[in-house]
C-alpha cells in the first residue's frame, strides 16, 4: 500500500527554537497533505491542509505564523514550528490521500514526537 | 460541520468479552468511515474502512463494523477481545468529495485485562 514518512520521529528543542518536520509520500503523488496534532489521551485535531503550490490552509485557531507549511513538491510537505514553546510539545502526524477521486482512504505518516524544553 | 461522536471514553473488559464500540456521525451526504487503532507508543492503524457495497465490514484481528445509514452509525465490534487489543481506538470520516481530511472521534480507550 501507499507508504507516508515523517521524519524526524522524534525531536527536542529549547525554547524559542524552530523545528521543521518533513512529510513524503513515498510511492504516490500527493497534491494534498493534512497535518493533525495530537496531544496525549486525546484525538487527531486537523491543524491544516497542505497544497501543493499554492497556501495551506489552517483550521480555526490554529496560528499560521507560528506553524509554517510549505508543500513545495508533489511528495514532500513540510511543518515548521517558529518560536517553539512548552505548550507547542505534541505529537504532529501528516496523512495524505491517494487522490481526490471517491473512495479513496488516507495513509498516515509514523508522526513526530516534538518535546520543547 | 461534519463531527464525529464516540460515545465511550473508556471502556474496560475482560478477556473473552464481546466488544462493541459506537460511532456516530453527522455529515449527512456520502461518506467514507474508518476504524483506527493506535497502540500505545505507536501510530495510527488502520482497522477497517467502508467505501460502499456491504454495510457488514471486516478488518483486521478479528475487527468488524456494521454501517447503519438511518441511523448515521459505524459500531465496531469483536467477538472475544484479547490483552493484546488494548489500545484507542478511534472512528474517523471523509466526506466522499474531493481531497478532503479525515475527521477523527475522540477516541476510546480499550483496556483489557486478564
Known amino acids: 500500500g501507499a507508504v507516508v514518512s515523517q521524519h524526524p520521529s522524534r525531536v527536542i528543542c529549547k525554547s524559542g527554537t524552530s523545528v521543521k518536520i518533513e512529510c513524503r509520500s513515498l510511492d504516490f503523488q500527493a497534491t494534498t497533505m493534512f497535518w493533525y496534532r495530537q496531544f496525549p489521551k486525546q484525538s487527531l485535531m486537523l491543524m491544516a491542509t497542505?497544497?501543493?503550490?499554492?497556501?495551506?490552509?489552517?483550521e480555526q485557531g490554529v496560528e499560521k505564523d507560528k506553524f509554517l507549511i510549505n508543500h513545495a513538491s508533489l511528495t514532500l510537505s513540510t511543518l515548521t514550528v517558529t518560536s517553539a514553546h512548552p505548550e507547542d510539545s505534541s505529537f504532529y502526524i501528516c496523512?495524505?490521500?491517494?487522490?481526490?477521486?471517491?473512495?479513496?482512504?488516507?495513509?498516515f505518516g509514523q508522526g513526530t514526537r516534538l518535546t520543547v524544553v | 460541520a461534519q463531527s464525529v461522536s464516540q460515545h465511550n471514553h473508556h471502556v474496560i473488559l475482560s478477556e473473552a468479552a464481546s466488544l462493541e464500540l459506537g460511532c456516530n456521525y453527522s455529515?449527512?451526504?456520502?461518506?467514507?468511515l474508518f476504524w483506527y487503532v493506535q497502540y500505545p507508543g505507536q501510530h495510527l492503524q488502520l482497522l477497517l474502512k467502508y467505501f460502499s457495497g456491504d454495510p457488514l465490514v471486516k478488518g483486521i484481528k478479528g475487527f468488524e463494523a456494521e454501517f447503519i445509514k438511518s441511523k448515521f452509525s459505524f459500531n465496531l465490534r469483536k467477538p472475544s477481545v484479547q490483552w493484546s487489543d488494548t489500545a484507542e481506538y478511534f472512528c474517523?470520516?471523509?466526506?466522499?468529495?474531493?481531497?478532503?481530511?479525515?475527521?477523527f472521534g475522540k477516541g476510546t480507550r480499550l483496556s483489557v485485562i486478564a
Open positions: 496523512s495524505a490521500r491517494l487522490g481526490v477521486t471517491k473512495n479513496t482512504e488516507a495513509f
Open positions: 474517523a470520516v471523509i466526506r466522499n468529495s474531493g481531497n478532503t481530511p479525515l475527521v
Open positions: 455529515y449527512g451526504g456520502t461518506v467514507n
Open positions: 497542505s497544497n501543493e503550490g499554492s497556501k495551506a490552509t489552517y
